[in-house]
T-cell receptor, first 115, second 114 residues
Framework: AAGVIQSPRHLIKEKRETATLKCYPI?????VYWYQQGPGQDPQFLIS???????DKGSIPDRFSAQQFSDYHSELNMSSLELGDSALYFC??????????????FGPGTRLTVL | AQSVTQLGSHVSVSEGALVLLRCNYS??????LFWYVQYPNQGLQLLLK??????LVKGINGFEAEFKKSETSFHLTKPSAHMSDAAEYFC????????????FGTGTQLKVEL
């Protein structure tokens, strides 16, 4: 079965640089979520989109922005990177019209390292 | 605001022994509860979930959990631990109706010893 795809899997950036993380949800899933998991921490919700509109917002820094495109893939844009942004970034998707609408399916994550 | 508390950041069991990972939730509305497992350097995999209906839910790999409203608990159990169960386990809660953000507990690292 198709799963959530995230790219890149690993990313190394310098402080103050920008980064773009991409997420391709499971086919026919129209809701996308982004989470940030710092070292040794639990995942923290950043932001979510439904039908290309932002549906909820969590503890996402103003330096970060995200959007969902017409093909439902999503991108998380991170600017002025700081050392503390080093983390594993997960994308999850869920359907909202049929199937397991209450379940989020997670991608493998993008590990961002800021030097 | 919803929250979950996982008691014990590290749990160690012998192979073949009972696994019990504790999770208590706090929610002002009927919760949806989940257990996810994370293997090293991998993503989160859904083990099982409770939404409505039967309070004892069975998941993958022989795990099950029971929703106890009176105790606000959703503990994860497995009768007999296997070495391959060693991983980090996260309990999570979302609002009724789904489609909402997950709030995770701080995780429990399960170690299985010979």
């Amino acid at each position: 079965a198709a799963g959530v795809i995230q790219s890149p899997r690993h990313l190394i950036k310098e402080k103050r640089e920008t980064a773009t993380l991409k997420c391709y949800p499971i086919p026919r899933h129209d809701t996308v979520y982004w989470y940030q998991q710092g070292p040794g921490q639990d995942p923290q919700f950043l932001i979510s989109f439904y039908e290309k509109m932002q549906s909820d917002k969590g503890s996402i820094p103003d330096r970060f922005s995200a959007q969902q495109f017409s093909d439902y893939h999503s991108e998380l844009n991170m600017s002025s990177l700081e050392l503390g942004d080093s983390a594993l970034y997960f994308c999850a998707s869920s359907p909202t019209t049929s199937g397991n609408t209450d379940t989020q399916y997670f991608g493998p994550g993008t590990r961002l390292t800021v030097l | 605001a919803q929250s979950v508390t996982q008691l014990g950041s590290h749990v160690s069991v012998s192979e073949g022994a009972l696994v019990l990972l504790r999770c208590n939730y706090s929610s002002s509305v009927p919760p949806y509860l989940f257990w996810y497992v994370q293997y090293p350097n991998q993503g989160l995999q859904l083990l099982l979930k409770y939404t409505t209906g039967a309070t004892l839910v069975k998941g993958i790999n022989g795990f099950e959990a029971e929703f106890k409203k009176s105790e606000t608990s959703f503990h994860l159990t497995k009768p007999s631990a296997h070495m391959s169960d060693a991983a980090e386990y996260f309990c999570a809660v979302s609002d009724e109706g789904g489609g909402n953000k997950l709030t995770f507990g701080t995780g429990t690292q399960l170690k299985v010893e010979l």
